[in-house]
């Protein structure tokens, strides 16, 4: 018993994992096909027909050869996905799927792939109708995600109808990636500014005029002749000279992500209006030359400007969900010499 018990035990795990690995769908043509073969079977077992027996014999070897050359297609590919640098919730992108063909004679024939994402196959696919061995080949399919957040991709399914289109075989390759999708972005005009303790509203540009105001942390993008090379050296970090003109240049994004309810379908919504209008003004911000502060309630990002910070907003606001309102707003209290601008869900 125990000589056999292993033999049993291995076939066992494989048999299950053959079932995970593959699976086998019968088509509309292949339900027609094997209605037919049934109905000649029948009628050369009440006949003893020989033709009907050789009929038969010919229809089964054709649902044999389907299997074996389903099987030689789906073997030994190699499939990846390249996700897009950035992807907007309500704006279509294109994801990029690779298929490699490791077989050294054999090609791989009408082959389907598509994403899975948290357990449900995205709607659309991309089709390879013949890949040689030894040969890569890319395709790409148009998707668009309606709702912000971080998305997670299980997986990729390959799926063949080949040769007779009597069975559709599959397979699932694990290739987990995760989305982060930013919020909405749309062309907004700026706040008119309102005017400031320290002298004439802020110019259309940044500059580098003005009177000494202070010094503060170096951001990426800052000029390299404006830094403060003792006042540095002294506490141990890179600090500029900051000048009246841009201290004004400053603008300060509050948005209100409380929520009596956050699970309630309505309010994430809500805030995601609210985020999308947020994520707008601080992209017309940035590219209008401001240093731009997000605040939230239990979030929060620092000061900063140019395309790093533009990336740094865009991740915060995707990944910001509703609180209770007796989260408090993160940030303390504002400068006054700062502009800011609240955007609260409807």
Same mark, same amino acid.
């Given at each position: 018993?125990?000589?056999?018990?292993?033999? #049993? =035990? !291995?076939? %066992? &795990?494989?048999?299950?994992?053959?079932?995970?690995?593959?699976?086998?769908? /019968?088509?509309?043509?292949? *339900?027609?096909?094997?209605?037919?073969?049934?109905?000649?079977?029948?009628?050369?077992?009440?006949?003893?027909?020989?033709?009907?027996?050789?009929?038969?014999?010919?229809?089964?070897?054709?649902?044999?050869?389907?299997?074996?050359?389903?099987?030689?297609?789906?073997?030994?590919?190699?499939?990846? #996905? =390249? !996700?897009? %640098? &950035?992807?907007?919730?309500?704006?279509?992108?294109?994801?990029?799927?690779? /298929?490699?063909?490791?077989? *050294?004679?054999?090609?791989?024939?009408?082959?389907?792939?598509?994403?899975?994402?948290?357990?449900?196959?995205?709607?659309?696919?991309?089709?390879?109708?013949?890949?040689?061995?030894?040969?890569?080949?890319?395709?790409?399919?148009?998707?668009?995600?309606?709702?912000?957040?971080?998305?997670?991709?299980?997986?990729?399914?390959?799926?063949?109808?080949?040769?007779?289109?009597?069975?559709?075989?599959?397979?699932?390759?694990?290739?987990?990636?995760?989305?982060?999708?930013?919020?909405?972005?749309?062309?907004?005009?700026?706040?008119?500014?309102?005017?400031?303790?320290?002298?004439?509203?802020?110019?259309?540009?940044?500059?580098?005029?003005?009177?000494?105001?202070?010094?503060?942390?170096?951001?990426?993008?800052?000029?390299?002749?404006?830094?403060?090379?003792?006042?540095?050296?002294?506490?141990?970090?890179?600090?500029?000279?900051?000048?009246?003109?841009?201290?004004?240049?400053?603008?300060?994004?509050?948005?209100?992500?409380?929520?009596?309810?956050?699970?309630?379908?309505?309010?994430?919504?809500?805030?995601?209006?609210?985020?999308?209008?947020?994520?707008?003004?601080?992209?017309?911000?940035?590219?209008?030359?401001?240093?731009?502060?997000?605040?939230?309630?239990?979030?929060?990002?620092?000061?900063?400007?140019?395309?790093?910070?533009?990336?740094?907003?865009?991740?915060?606001?995707?990944?910001?969900?509703?609180?209770?309102?007796?989260?408090?707003?993160?940030?303390?209290?504002?400068?006054?010499?700062?502009?800011?601008?609240?955007?609260?869900?409807?």
């Amino acid at each position: 018993m125990r000589v056999w018990s292993l033999p #049993r =035990r !291995v076939l %066992g &795990r494989l048999s299950r994992r053959l079932r995970a690995r593959q699976r086998l769908r /019968l088509t509309r043509e292949g *339900r027609l096909y094997l209605a037919i073969t049934i109905g000649i079977g029948l009628a050369a077992i009440n006949t003893g027909n020989n033709l009907l027996y050789l009929l038969l014999g010919w229809l089964l070897s054709l649902i044999v050869a389907s299997g074996a050359l389903s099987n030689m297609t789906l073997r030994r590919l190699a499939v990846a #996905r =390249r !996700v897009p %640098g &950035r992807i907007h919730a309500g704006r279509p992108f294109l994801m990029e799927i690779s /298929l490699e063909n490791r077989k *050294r004679r054999l090609a791989s024939y009408s082959i389907e792939i598509e994403d899975i994402a948290e357990g449900r196959a995205l709607d659309k696919r991309c089709f390879f109708l013949k890949l040689p061995p030894g040969r890569t080949q890319r395709a790409r399919y148009r998707h668009t995600f309606h709702r912000r957040g971080l998305y997670r991709l299980d997986g990729l399914r390959l799926s063949t109808r080949f040769p007779f289109s009597l069975f559709s075989k599959s397979r699932q390759v694990a290739c987990a990636d995760e989305v982060l999708v930013y919020p909405a972005v749309h062309p907004v005009p700026l706040p008119s500014p309102r005017a400031h303790r320290l002298g004439d509203a802020p110019q259309g540009r940044l500059g580098r005029r003005g009177e000494f105001f202070g010094l503060r942390d170096y951001r990426e993008g800052d000029d390299s002749r404006a830094i403060h090379w003792r006042s540095s050296a002294r506490g141990g970090r890179l600090l500029v000279r900051e000048l009246e003109e841009e201290a004004q240049r400053r603008v300060v994004i509050q948005v209100d992500n409380a929520a009596a309810d956050p699970a309630d379908e309505a309010a994430q919504e809500s805030l995601d209006e609210a985020v999308s209008r947020a994520a707008s003004l601080a992209v017309a911000y940035l590219s209008a030359g401001y240093a731009v502060k997000l605040t939230a309630r239990g979030s929060e990002v620092a000061m900063g400007a140019g395309p790093a910070q533009e990336a740094r907003l865009l991740r915060a606001l995707a990944l910001l969900a509703p609180v209770g309102p007796e989260v408090a707003m993160a940030g303390g209290a504002p400068d006054p010499r700062v502009e800011v601008v609240r955007v609260g869900a409807a």
